[in-house]
């Protein structure tokens, strides 16, 4: 069975820092895309960032510059750095995986983690 960990969240003052870390588990053919995505109350689940297999990153426009995803493909694992956190940041962050089992490929959600930036 599959699983995606988050860790990471927190709360922290705006202007502050945090990282989010998601590590996948399991009988793990492959990992395709992996993202960071996140929901405020009262708002549509939006995507953060991606970044493929390969390395291509993509990024919502609100967090460009201030935010950096990487994934390391050996361990399963994908960050994301968040600095110079605004408030409108606060959401619950939630990693998201393409993952193909040995027989199955479909999309993976994590538990999601709060993160909290006070002004």
């Known amino acids: 069975q599959v699983q995606l960990v988050e860790s990471g969240g927190g709360l922290v003052q705006a202007g502050g820092s945090l990282r989010l870390s998601c590590v996948a588990s399991?009988?793990?053919?492959?990992?395709?895309?992996l993202g960071w995505y996140r929901q405020a109350p009262g708002k549509q689940r939006e995507l953060v960032a991606g970044?493929?297999?390969?390395?291509?990153?993509n990024y919502a426009d609100s967090v460009k510059g201030r935010f950096t995803i990487s994934r390391d493909n050996a361990k399963n694992t994908v960050d994301l750095q968040m600095n110079s956190l605004k408030p409108e940041d606060t959401a619950i962050y939630y990693c998201?995986?393409?993952?193909?089992?040995?027989?199955?490929?479909?999309?993976?959600w994590g538990q999601g983690t709060q993160v909290t930036v006070s002004s």
């Open positions: 998201h995986a393409d993952i193909r089992t040995t027989e199955f490929r479909g999309d993976y």
């Open positions: 399991g009988i793990i053919f492959s990992i395709n895309t």
């Open positions: 970044i493929t297999r390969g390395g291509i990153r």
